[in-house]
């Protein structure tokens, strides 16, 4: 069974930084893509980043030049460090990965709070 543990949520200042990791287990190889997402209140679900294999990424542009993906294979671990934060980062982020082996099948995390305020 895949799950995906996520840590390094929490509330951040305004101009600050924090770092998101998530961790995948119960599959023998790695996820073809993995990435973050989050949803503020009473908005839809949004792409934050996500990152291939390969290195390949993609960004959001809200969030070009201020947040870097980036994946450790041998953990089966992708991370997320966010710098100069801005209150409308505000939201649930959630963990994605995605196997592809003759079909495609897609894995969420639980979600983590990040909070930027003074």
């Known amino acids: 069974q895949v799950q995906l543990a996520e840590s390094g949520g929490g509330l951040g200042q305004p101009g600050g930084s924090l770092r998101l990791s998530c961790a995948a287990s119960g599959m023998l190889f790695s996820a073809n893509v993995m990435g973050w997402y989050r949803q503020a209140p009473g908005k839809q679900r949004e792409l934050v980043a996500t990152?291939?294999?390969?290195?390949?990424?993609n960004y959001a542009d809200s969030v070009k030049g201020r947040f870097t993906i980036s994946r450790d294979n041998a953990k089966n671990t992708v991370y997320l460090q966010a710098s100069n934060l801005k209150p409308e980062d505000t939201a649930v982020y959630y963990c994605?990965?995605?196997?592809?082996?003759?079909?495609?099948?897609?894995?969420w995390g639980q979600g983590t709070q990040v909070t930027v305020s003074s």
């Open positions: 990152i291939t294999t390969g290195g390949s990424t």
């Open positions: 994605y990965a995605r196997y592809v082996q003759f079909v495609s099948r897609d894995y």
